[in-house]
């Protein structure tokens, strides 16, 4: 299905076009172009059967039947068409993570109300008066306005975020606390002012700059690796990069990893450019999506920031691409199409002539390797802006600490965080485990209670009361007897989580002002934002955190970072343990003393020996990445050798075990590449909502042409009714 550069780009009514549908067919359906005609690449309503699906113009019709008989476009809809090179990446992006072009397709038109007839509609803001009477409903719809600050909705968006009736928005309509209004549909976005003058760059700051700004003027494609610690003006930097492709007439899209969207980088670029940039990601309400999916294709955004799926947006004319925090985890897509936005950017701009830009303190190995190999350029910054300096790294041996049993906080550490909060400054503990405990065990029977559903032990949340299941988020109340022996109060939590961890810090520094810093601690991602505004402002004496505060966050006042565990993540078998962790003590590491009092970080370990401590301690990362690279190396592993995982799940263990090992026996077409395939094996989480799971792992020699040969090897089975097949093109997880 891939475009032919042959086809017409305009069709008369009657032409026969072939439409690509959003509906999992195995190829395109012909059409009669409608009244008026079309163009190539429009989006366009078809009728199917009873219903109208949504379509894009794919090209020229195959024929070669009774004509008579094809049916007509319904309609073409109120969007610019696709551009070529878009259209060219979908088959590119669909062909690389081995997914039907439909669904690609279904990725590329993910905006609410994209069929809607143009014309304004009926939208909803937070009102000015208060209601007459307040019932839970009113509250929640008006929780929900403030949550989003501004923003205009849908009635029945509104209505559904708030889990209402209508009836209860069209109440508050009647009170004024609600504003109804006409909106004309989706407007330009305001436009970004690339000539006000940005900072004043030091020295290295603005020589980064200028060759960013002369590789996005040349108008071709080319990736670069921006490195530079933390602190070091890495967004100063590449915002000049935006402001040159601007100045080009050209959209730039700025990726985040989802939790680092704040409120503090959309005001940076406001301060740089005069105006907001369009955003694109979970938090931002349907009508403004449907306005920015529109506006990206008809060239009325400048500039995108957003999460990975924005990069599926259908841009007029992308120029820029920087992919912020490139090693973050959640970039890559975890269900449904499994992809990585780092790669997809790369082979988006690679088919736009657009300059792509990763940039990060702890780059993943594949973009150090490339760097390396001289396919991506490599800017460093080496030091952090102004006074800023990087903190000093120091381990705590925990085999030397006395601990009283159920305490993680060392002497050494808690001496250090006093020495802090008695000087007015901020310390941020860092333990990357949600909840109360990771593990309830049966002191009488040494029973650990797991969930029903999957091969998994349940967390104790205590501030929810209850037990959580982090792979499937099924919850139970804590039991008072045990589910195994039946023993009466003999439960008890094992190992910290930073719950647990908050008490302990409340017990020892009584008069500290405590917040955690966990997702599941707050209510909405408003909530969260306004939560880290206060901590920056002084609001917090002692932070305690997950995963969430590694990520992007200035907090001036926090000169200590106390890792608890610093070994956590070197446990797992994981091929990216090392890295991961590297990255994760680097960057938390790297919130402490961002301005400029020196930051201090102190990792308890018991290892403090371990390679891994001691490069992170060291600070030399290249020495670091270079060991990795040829440990990779020996092992035929990414990026010296290709992966791909594929995972089988169904209710039945027999059948999916069965099915396996029938692949594995069937495994010529990867022989051919010289590929290999590993198991079939349970997966590590070898049940998940009551389906077992099992892993197979194909391991092939880099530049293999490795997916037309898993394409031929899976094709050889059917795939019975209830088992699922998923293939994970270079997986980064393997659970
Ligand atoms: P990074 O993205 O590398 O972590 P930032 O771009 O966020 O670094 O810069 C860190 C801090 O230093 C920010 O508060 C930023 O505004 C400030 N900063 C960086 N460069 C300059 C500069 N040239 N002039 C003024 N402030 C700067
Ligand atoms: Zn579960």
Avoid at 117 to 137: E, F, L, N, Q, S
Avoid at 164 to 174: D, P, Q, S
Avoid at 475 to 503: F, I, N
Wanted: charged letters at 25%.
């Amino acid at each position: 299905m891939v475009p032919r550069v042959a086809d017409p780009v305009f069709f008369d009514e009657g032409d026969l076009v072939a439409v690509l549908t959003t509906e999992p067919l195995g190829k395109c359906l012909d059409y009669k172009a409608p009244e008026g005609g079309c163009f190539l690449g429009a989006f366009v309503e078809v009728p199917l059967g009873p219903r109208r699906v949504l379509g894009l113009i794919w090209g020229k019709g195959e024929g070669g039947y009774d004509l008579a008989r094809v049916r007509s476009v319904t309609r073409v809809l109120d969007a610019a068409p696709m551009a070529d090179a878009m259209r060219t990446f979908l088959v590119r992006a669909a062909d690389y993570t081995l997914t039907p072009l439909p669904a690609m397709l279904r990725l590329a038109t993910r905006a609410p109300g994209l069929a809607d007839p143009p014309g304004p509609r009926r939208v909803y803001r937070k009102g000015w008066a208060v209601p007459d009477r307040m019932t839970d409903a009113r509250a929640r719809v008006l929780a929900i306005l403030a949550d989003y600050g501004g923003a205009a909705f849908t009635l029945s968006e509104l209505a559904d975020l708030a889990g209402v009736t209508t009836g209860v928005v069209k109440g508050l309509v009647r009170q004024g606390a609600v504003a109804e209004e006409e909106a004309p549909r989706d407007l330009p976005y305001p436009r970004l002012d690339s000539d006000r003058p940005g900072k004043d760059l030091a020295e290295d700051q603005r020589a980064a700059a200028v060759r960013l700004a002369a590789a996005v003027k040349g108008g071709r494609y080319g990736t670069t690796l921006l490195k530079g610690v933390t602190g070091s003006g890495k967004t100063e930097v590449y915002l000049e990069a935006v402001a040159e492709c601007l100045r080009r007439g050209r959209q730039a899209l700025v990726l985040l990893p989802e939790i680092a969207l704040t409120a503090e980088f959309l005001k940076r670029v406001e301060d740089r450019f005069g105006a907001r940039p369009g955003e694109w990601h979970s938090g931002v309400t349907q009508t403004e999506r449907r306005r920015l999916w529109r506006m990206a294709g008809e060239g009325g955004v400048g500039m995108v920031v957003g999460a990975r799926s924005a990069l599926f947006l259908p841009f007029r004319d992308l120029g820029l691409i920087v992919v912020d925090e490139e090693h973050d985890s959640s970039y890559k897509q975890e269900d449904g199409v499994l992809y990585n936005a780092r790669d997809m950017a790369v082979l988006r701009a690679s088919l736009s002539d657009a300059q792509v830009v990763l940039a990060s303190a702890t780059p993943c190995l594949e973009t150090w390797v490339n760097a390396e190999a001289g396919k991506y350029g490599r800017i460093d910054l080496t030091s952090r802006f102004g006074a800023a300096e990087l903190p000093t790294m120091r381990a705590i041996d925990m085999r030397a600490e006395k601990l009283e049993p159920n305490r993680w906080i060392s002497p050494t550490l808690a001496g250090a965080v006093r020495a802090r909060i008695e000087r007015g400054e901020q310390a941020l503990l860092f333990l990357n485990r949600r909840g109360y405990a990771p593990v309830t065990i049966c002191r009488a029977c040494g029973h650990q209670i797991g969930c029903d559903q999957c091969d998994a032990r349940m967390v104790e949340h205590r501030f929810q009361k209850r037990l959580v299941c982090h792979q499937c988020g099924d919850t139970k109340p804590l039991p008072t007897t045990c589910p195994s022996c039946k023993a009466e109060g003999r439960l008890a939590p094992v190992g910290p989580g930073v719950e647990r961890l908050a008490e302990e810090v409340a017990e020892r520094f009584p008069q500290a002002r405590v917040v955690v810093l966990s997702s599941d601690l707050f209510a909405s991602a408003r909530a969260l934002k306004d939560k880290i505004v206060d901590i920056a402002a002084g609001g917090a004496d002692i932070i305690i955190g997950t995963q969430l505060v590694a990520k992007g966050h200035n907090f001036p006042l926090l000169t200590l970072v106390g890792v608890i565990d610093a070994d956590l993540g070197l446990q797992g078998s994981d091929l990216r343990a090392a890295e991961r962790t590297f990255q994760l003590m680097r960057q938390v590491s790297g919130r402490a003393g961002r301005a400029e009092k020196r930051g201090e970080a102190l990792l308890q370990s018991f290892q403090p020996d371990h390679p891994v401590i001691r490069a992170i301690l060291s600070g030399d990362e290249e020495n670091f990445w270079r060991a990795e690279a040829v440990e990779r190396q020996v092992a035929g592993m990414p990026p010296y050798g290709r992966l791909a995982g594929i995972i089988l799940s169904s209710p039945d263990v027999a059948q999916v075990f069965d099915f396996g090992a029938e692949l594995s026996r069937r495994d010529a077409p990867l022989r051919r590449i010289g590929a290999q395939v590993f198991g079939p094996a349970p997966a590590p989480v070898a049940r998940v909502r009551g389906r077992h799971r099992v892993r197979l792992l194909v391991k092939g020699p880099k530049g293999a042409a490795l997916q037309a040969a898993l394409a031929e090897w899976l094709s050889q089975l059917k795939l019975p009714a209830n088992l699922r097949l998923s293939v994970d093109i270079d997986p980064q997880s393997f659970y």
